[in-house]
């Protein structure tokens, strides 16, 4: 079994920046790829960003390409979210998730930004921008 801790998450004015981390534990971690989603009130869960526990490659959703930033401290079962320039419309519960498996076959965009591609979730972590 694996555990995700998110932290980070807090009230921050809009233009601000925010930095989230997301650790694991648990049986040995050695994940395919990490993956942050978020979820606004009345809304439904959306990607923000991944990246591939093996040389690092990241993916970005269009609405946080430039601003967000997706890191891994290997060391330390870590994976980070550094938010830049942050807007109202960031406001969310922010989940970082993990793929353990892999791909079977496609391993494109679609496939890190596809929730199903997650086996295991941690629990949120509050985003507020303020404007």
């Known amino acids: 079994q694996v555990l995700l801790v998110e932290s980070g998450g807090r009230l921050v004015q809009a233009g601000g920046s925010l930095r989230l981390s997301c650790a694991a534990s648990g049986r040995t971690f050695t994940p395919y790829a990490m993956g942050w989603f978020r979820q606004a009130p009345g809304k439904e869960r959306e990607f923000v960003g991944a990246i591939r526990w093996s040389g690092g490659r990241t993916y970005y959703a269009d609405s946080v390409q430039g601003r967000f930033s997706v890191s891994r401290d290997n060391a330390k079962n870590t994976v980070y979210l550094q938010m830049n320039s942050l807007k109202s419309e960031d406001t969310a519960v922010y989940y970082c998730?993990?793929?353990?498996?892999?791909?079977?076959?496609?391993?494109?965009?679609?496939?890190?930004?596809?929730?199903?591609?997650?086996?295991?979730w941690g629990e949120g972590t509050q985003v507020t921008v303020s404007s």
């Open positions: 998730a993990a793929d353990t498996f892999g791909p079977t076959y496609y391993s494109g965009f679609y496939y890190y930004s596809g929730s199903d591609t997650y086996e295991y």
